[in-house]
C-alpha cells in the first residue's frame, strides 16, 4: 500500500508538471503552424489572406517582389513585428532604404478582410508572413508552411533600420555578419537572395559597376560584357533619369537566378560576389547545378527569417490598424 501510494504522489506530480508545461508554453505564447485555426469559428484566416493575395497577383505580378521585400525590411529590424508599416515622421518608413518599400495596401485590405470575421484576433505581423509566403506561391515556388502567433510590435523608429538592416550595396563578408546577428547562416543568406529571381533595382545602385568600378574608371572586370552592353544601354552615364532593371530574366522563384551568377550576370554587386566569396561560392553552384529543390529550401529560408526576435503570448499587441500603435 505503502508503495502503492508513492507511486500515485509520483503520478500526481508528473501530470501536474506536464500540465504546467504546456500551460507555460501556451500562456508565454510560441510559434505554431496552424495557430488561428478554430480562433475565428470556421473561417480560415489563411484563406482568407491567400484570396486577397491572389486578386492583386492577377491584377499586379510585381507584389511578389514587394511583399518578399517588405517580409525581409521588417524582420531585420526589431524582428518580425509589423513595425514597418507604422505611418507617422518618424517611423521606420522614413527611413531612406524604406521609401521605396510597396505592399502596405495589400496588407491594409488582407487586416480588413480578417477583421470581417474576427475583429482583433489576427496580427499585421502574422498577415505579412503569411501574404508573402502566397505571393511567393503565386511565383511557381513552394507553399511551404508558415508559423504563425506573432504579435505587432510597440517601436518603430527610423535609426534603427540604418542599425540592423544590410545596406544595398554591402560586401559579401559585411552581409554574412550582420545576417549572422540575426542567427542567419551563410546559406541561409545565399536562400533568401534568391528572392532577387524576382526583383528589381533602380540604375543608381548600378552606375559604379558599369563605369567605375570601386574608382578605377573601368566597369566591374567580374561582368559579363554582353550584360554589360545591355544595362549600358538601360543606365547611360550622364543622365538624371534613374531606371529600372530586372535583377532576372525569369520572373518565377526558381534556380535561374543562380545559374546567371555562374554566368556572371548577376546585377548587384553581391550577387556576383556571392559566386566568389569561399563561405558563398559552393553553396551557389550548388544551387546552380542540382537546385530542384531550391523552392521547398527557399521556404525553409523564410521560415527561419520569419522566426527571428518575434514578439508572442503577451507580448506587444494585435493593432487594430496595421499603420498605427493602439491606444492605450
Same mark, same amino acid.
Given at each position: 500500500?505503502?508503495?502503492?501510494?508513492?507511486?500515485?504522489?509520483?503520478?500526481?506530480?508528473?501530470?501536474?508538471?506536464?500540465?504546467?508545461?504546456?500551460?507555460?508554453?501556451?500562456?508565454?505564447?510560441?510559434?505554431?503552424?496552424?495557430?488561428?485555426?478554430?480562433?475565428?469559428?470556421?473561417?480560415?484566416?489563411?484563406?482568407?489572406?491567400?484570396?486577397?493575395?491572389?486578386?492583386?497577383?492577377?491584377?499586379?505580378?510585381?507584389?511578389?517582389?514587394?511583399?518578399?521585400?517588405?517580409?525581409?525590411?521588417?524582420?531585420?529590424?526589431?524582428?518580425?513585428?509589423?513595425?514597418?508599416?507604422?505611418?507617422?515622421?518618424?517611423?521606420?518608413?522614413?527611413?531612406?532604404?524604406?521609401?521605396?518599400?510597396?505592399?502596405?495596401?495589400?496588407?491594409?485590405?488582407?487586416?480588413?478582410?480578417?477583421?470581417?470575421?474576427?475583429?482583433?484576433?489576427?496580427?499585421?505581423?502574422?498577415?505579412?508572413?503569411?501574404?508573402?509566403?502566397?505571393?511567393?506561391?503565386?511565383?511557381?515556388?513552394?507553399?511551404?508552411?508558415?508559423?504563425?502567433?506573432?504579435?505587432?510590435?510597440?517601436?518603430?523608429?527610423?535609426?534603427?533600420?540604418?542599425?540592423?538592416?544590410?545596406?544595398?550595396?554591402?560586401?559579401?563578408?559585411?552581409?554574412?555578419? #550582420?545576417?549572422?546577428?540575426? /542567427?542567419?547562416? +551563410?546559406? &541561409?543568406?545565399? *536562400?533568401? =537572395?534568391?528572392?532577387?529571381?524576382? %526583383?528589381? !533595382?533602380?540604375?543608381?545602385?548600378?552606375?559604379?559597376?558599369?563605369?567605375?568600378?570601386?574608382?578605377?574608371?573601368?566597369?566591374?572586370?567580374?561582368?559579363?560584357?554582353?550584360?554589360?552592353?545591355?544595362?549600358?544601354?538601360?543606365?547611360?552615364?550622364?543622365?538624371?533619369?534613374?531606371?529600372?532593371?530586372?535583377?532576372?530574366?525569369?520572373?518565377?522563384?526558381?534556380?535561374?537566378?543562380?545559374?546567371? #551568377?555562374?554566368?556572371?550576370? /548577376?546585377?548587384? +554587386?553581391? &550577387?556576383?560576389? *556571392?559566386? =566568389?566569396?569561399?563561405?558563398?561560392? %559552393?553553396? !551557389?553552384?550548388?544551387?546552380?547545378?542540382?537546385?530542384?529543390?531550391?523552392?521547398?529550401?527557399?521556404?525553409?529560408?523564410?521560415?527561419?527569417?520569419?522566426?527571428?526576435?518575434?514578439?508572442?503570448?503577451?507580448?506587444?499587441?494585435?493593432?487594430?490598424?496595421?499603420?498605427?500603435?493602439?491606444?492605450?
Amino acid at each position: 500500500m505503502k508503495m502503492k501510494s508513492k507511486a500515485a504522489v509520483i503520478s500526481s506530480s508528473l501530470v501536474f508538471i506536464l500540465s504546467n508545461w504546456a500551460w507555460g508554453d501556451w500562456c508565454e505564447g510560441a510559434l505554431q503552424i496552424g495557430f488561428y485555426r478554430g480562433k475565428c469559428g470556421i473561417a480560415d484566416v489563411e484563406a482568407i489572406v491567400a484570396g486577397v493575395v491572389t486578386a492583386r497577383f492577377v491584377r499586379d505580378p510585381t507584389i511578389v517582389a514587394a511583399l518578399l521585400r517588405l517580409q525581409y525590411h521588417d524582420c531585420f529590424v526589431n524582428g518580425c513585428d509589423a513595425s514597418i508599416l507604422v505611418d507617422g515622421s518618424n517611423s521606420e518608413k522614413t527611413a531612406p532604404p524604406n521609401l521605396s518599400v510597396r505592399g502596405f495596401d495589400i496588407i491594409d485590405d488582407a487586416k480588413a478582410a480578417v477583421d470581417r470575421i474576427c475583429p482583433g484576433v489576427v496580427s499585421c505581423a502574422d498577415l505579412i508572413i503569411i501574404a508573402t509566403r502566397d505571393a511567393v506561391f503565386l511565383s511557381l515556388g513552394v507553399r511551404y508552411e508558415v508559423q504563425t502567433g506573432r504579435r505587432d510590435g510597440l517601436v518603430s523608429l527610423p535609426q534603427n533600420v540604418s542599425l540592423f538592416l544590410p545596406p544595398p550595396l554591402a560586401s559579401v563578408s559585411h552581409s554574412i555578419a #550582420l545576417f549572422a546577428n540575426k /542567427g542567419l547562416t +551563410p546559406t &541561409d543568406m545565399v *536562400l533568401l =537572395l534568391g528572392a532577387h529571381s524576382v %526583383g528589381v !533595382v533602380h540604375c543608381s545602385l548600378l552606375k559604379d559597376r558599369l563605369y567605375n568600378f570601386r574608382n578605377t574608371g573601368i566597369p566591374d572586370p567580374t561582368m559579363d560584357p554582353f550584360l554589360l552592353n545591355l544595362l549600358r544601354l538601360r543606365c547611360p552615364q550622364n543622365t538624371p533619369t534613374n531606371n529600372i532593371v530586372n535583377l532576372d530574366q525569369n520572373p518565377f522563384m526558381d534556380n535561374s537566378y543562380y545559374q546567371r #551568377l555562374l554566368l556572371k550576370r /548577376g546585377i548587384l +554587386p553581391i &550577387d556576383q560576389e *556571392l559566386a =566568389l566569396h569561399p563561405l558563398t561560392r %559552393g553553396t !551557389v553552384m550548388t544551387l546552380a547545378t542540382r537546385g530542384f529543390d531550391f523552392p521547398s529550401r527557399f521556404g525553409a529560408a523564410m521560415v527561419k527569417l520569419g522566426a527571428i526576435e518575434v514578439l508572442t503570448g503577451s507580448q506587444g499587441e494585435i493593432r487594430r490598424s496595421c499603420r498605427a500603435f493602439n491606444e492605450h
